[in-house]
């Protein structure tokens, strides 16, 4: 079920009054309540692979009850390990078993040696890399024994697959997420409204800014090798617009929809095209990803506390398992290598951790050293884009060469050039509307708070029209691939 | 909690009267600044909108020409049409073959919100679900009147366009929802008749290969005989031949007139909207 479709928008108001008005006396009935949902959100692409979220939270479940009881170091390993293999075992099969079939085969037979092996038609299960690494974390947490295991599996089902971030995140720790289901939840009514105000933000980010990007996007992508390299510059912009606007929507939304049922869900983006650098870039962009990255896997490995070549190791493996997790193409690992080469100056030099608060904060504009940092940054953020963006490899190689050419310096010209104006007004708009509110969780979260209830009525049925009117084409969540 | 429901009650009552003014205001500005005095508006699809010029129209009738022609446009965007055109107007429609054998998914459906035009498509086969993605389609009013037309170039041999086995498949059976579709162009008509319109129809021509597969095809007969259920709608309705000058190669494409066929074509039937005070179906040859 889509967030931006119809189906949504009857499913959540009958969930929203049966979990307030018929489950409310109870705290179980309204966790089970919350899983039946979640199932039926999920089974609503393919109700086959619901046994999947259920066979991951029964083993998830035994694992953590078994290691309550289990003191014997070697066999909380094991467990640790059931968990772990279980869990990537079926993400990666899903996900990367026919990337690694052909990859082997194109290996061997760059050695001369043919191999025959036929790729399997396997389906990916949407939302499977956030689910998966949500269980992990419970498990790894539990192992840890930061977290104390849970006896009630109807609240540990809820956690795994609650429906407003059981796709694409953000990918919440057990820490966080579980706990918020043992405490019985009163209705609250600023929560439930500053909900309202985030799934609306989050609606106008994904249907006009990200849809409409889409369509631009697409078109120049796909047919990169008849455009000028003007064109192909605004074709990157636009789809680091396109992408930005569809993943924080899509976590607006969820968070929204999340504090409507009394849930608090972690930030998962602050405004990163503001960064001043990549390191702060990484610290805004996808922040439950990265976080997860770096206490379940960069840490672990030794962090930044080695030495030199320790670091550019540590650094280079967190970066491409990230870029990986995203897809099983290897323009994603190459997109991670190359956040990894930008980030690494910023660490050897321990520079990484020199932005930490928001940009120019208190003030209206930034500086004009601020502002030139931004843009060196966003522009290696775009150029990154572009492998994250291309087919392949020779895709993206091409796609800059064509940027790199005379022709950049001509005019853009496509098809869709005089729609796309509207979109960049709008995307103007857009950026004025996230700098007035980067202090903030998302952009309108104080936006015309104090205002008379006219005036701030009048702004919300604007966003409304400026949907209605300037919503791009429906185009699928860019992450449900991953 | 009640409280919060009380404003999510009352939130969409706001929001439909903040949007049905502004989408009235908008929509008067566009389409509706358009007086039909001494005018003449035309409704049709792409062969319409190719097969007119307007300004040679305009220039033999002495009055001014709005086209409501759209490639691709369909039922809806007719009953749309006719919702929208005031009273007592003059009129061509060009109700084309192809208009009536089209898939409904592939129409245009983009010319403007009429409820009158989507509560006739639900009650002739459209699912809910037909009408509420037409209903999404239109709710930022469009210009659907328009003033000048961009008509294809002349060339001494016709473009390829739509290659004929896209036309072959169109015409290799009756469609089941042809009859629903033409049902619903005679509630339009009979609308117009009702709005006491002058109506003149125009059939478009066909290039000959496209022609002879017409011809072939069991859809001939059942598009002739809608010519006549429309007929029937009149008191007095008389058919009638414009005869195209051919020395020059006239089409772009299969289905489409050139600019120098569309210029002949408007000249004639200028002439004859001049002569002619009776309701008439002008066959383009």
Request: with cysteine.
């Amino acid at each position: 079920m889509l967030f931006n479709s119809i189906d949504f928008a009857i499913f959540l108001p009958i969930v929203f009054i049966l979990y307030w008005f018929v489950t409310n006396k109870s705290l179980k009935l309204q966790n089970l309540l919350i899983v039946l949902a979640s199932y039926v959100f999920y089974g609503w692409w393919d109700w086959r692979f619901l046994s999947l979220i259920v066979f991951s939270t029964l083993v998830d479940y035994s694992v953590g009850r078994k290691l309550k009881v289990e003191e014997n170091k070697r066999n909380r390993k094991i467990l640790l390990w059931v968990s772990i293999l279980v869990n990537l075992g079926f993400l990666g099969f899903f996900k990367y078993y026919n990337f690694f079939l052909d990859n082997f085969v194109t290996a061997f037979s760059f050695f001369g040696t043919e191999i025959k092996a036929s790729s399997l038609n396997i389906i990916l299960p949407v939302g499977i890399s956030f689910y998966t690494f949500q269980t992990l974390s419970y498990t790894i947490d539990v192992y840890k024994k930061k977290l104390e295991p849970t006896k009630d599996i109807i609240a540990f089902s809820a956690f795994v697959s609650f429906f407003p971030q059981l796709v694409a995140g953000p990918i919440e720790r057990a820490t966080n997420l579980l706990p918020q289901f043992y405490k019985k939840r009163t209705f609250d009514y600023s929560k439930a409204v500053d909900g309202m105000r985030q799934i609306l933000w989050g609606l106008f980010k994904k249907v006009v800014i990200a849809d409409n990007c889409a369509e631009f996007a697409n078109q120049i992508f796909n047919n990169s090798s008849e455009m000028n390299g003007s064109t192909l510059v605004l074709g990157a912009i636009f789809f680091t617009f396109q992408i930005y606007g569809d993943f924080s929507g899509y976590s607006d939304i969820a968070i929204g929809t999340s504090r409507l049922f009394g849930f608090n869900l972690m930030q998962n983006f602050a405004f990163p095209y503001f960064s001043r650098d990549i390191a702060e870039f990484w610290r805004r962009w996808h922040i439950s990803l990265s976080t997860w990255f770096r206490d379940y896997l960069y840490i672990p490995l030794g962090g930044s506390r080695g030495g030199t070549l320790m670091k550019v190791k540590n650094t280079f493996i967190i970066f491409i398992v990230s870029g990986f997790w995203h897809g099983a193409n290897w323009t994603f690992i190459v997109w991670g290598a190359l956040n990894a080469i930008y980030f690494l100056p910023l660490l050897l030099t321990n520079n990484n951790r020199r932005n930490l608060e928001v940009v120019s904060q208190g003030n209206i504009l930034p500086s004009a050293k601020e502002f030139l940092m931004m843009f060196v940054t966003f522009v290696l953020t775009i150029f990154a884009w572009i492998f994250f963006r291309a087919e392949n490899i020779g895709h993206a190689f091409d796609y800059i060469s064509g940027i790199l050419s005379n022709s950049l310096f001509e005019f853009p010209n496509f098809s869709g050039l005089h729609a796309a104006i509207s979109t960049i007004v709008l995307m103007g708009i857009f950026v004025l509307v996230e700098w007035s509110g980067r202090e903030h969780q998302y952009a309108i979260e104080n936006l015309g708070l104090k205002w008379k209830r006219p005036l701030r009525y009048a702004m919300y049925y604007l966003i409304i029209i400026l949907i209605f009117w300037f919503g791009g084409k429906e185009q699928q969540f860019i992450y449900f691939q991953f | 909690m009640k409280r919060f429901i009380r404003k999510i009650v009352l939130f969409p009552i706001g929001l439909l009267l903040a949007y049905g003014i502004l989408y009235v205001s908008y929509d008067s500005y566009l389409n509706h600044s358009f007086s039909n005095k001494d005018s003449i508006f035309i409704w049709g699809d792409s062969q319409a909108y190719q097969g007119v010029d307007l300004k040679a129209l305009s220039q033999v009738t002495r009055k001014k020409v709005y086209s409501s022609a759209h490639h691709g446009a369909g039922v809806y965007d007719f009953l749309n049409f006719v919702d929208q055109v005031p009273e007592d107007s003059e009129l061509i429609i060009s109700i084309s073959k192809l208009s009536q054998i089209r898939r409904k998914d592939k129409d245009y459906n983009r010319t403007g919100l009429s409820f009158w035009a989507l509560n006739q498509l639900y009650g002739h086969d459209y699912s809910f679900n037909d009408v509420f993605s037409i209903f999404k389609l239109n709710i930022k009013p469009k210009r659907n009147i328009l003033e000048s037309t961009k008509l294809y170039a002349y060339s001494d041999s016709m473009q390829e366009g739509l290659p004929l086995s896209h036309f072959e498949s169109y015409y290799e059976e009756i469609p089941e929802f042809l009859d629903e579709k033409q049902d619903l162009y005679l509630i339009g008509v009979q609308k117009l008749i009702d709005k006491n319109c002058k109506i003149t129809f125009l059939e478009l021509p066909f290039q000959k290969q496209l022609k002879a597969i017409e011809n072939r095809s069991p859809i001939k007969g059942e598009t002739e005989a809608f010519v006549n259920q429309i007929s029937r709608l009149f008191k007095t309705f008389e058919k009638d031949t414009i005869r195209l000058d051919k020395t020059k190669n006239i089409f772009n494409d299969y289905s489409h007139l050139n600019l120098i066929g569309a210029k002949d074509l408007s000249l004639k039937l200028g002439e004859n909207l001049l002569k002619n005070k009776n309701t008439t179906l002008y066959i383009a040859q």
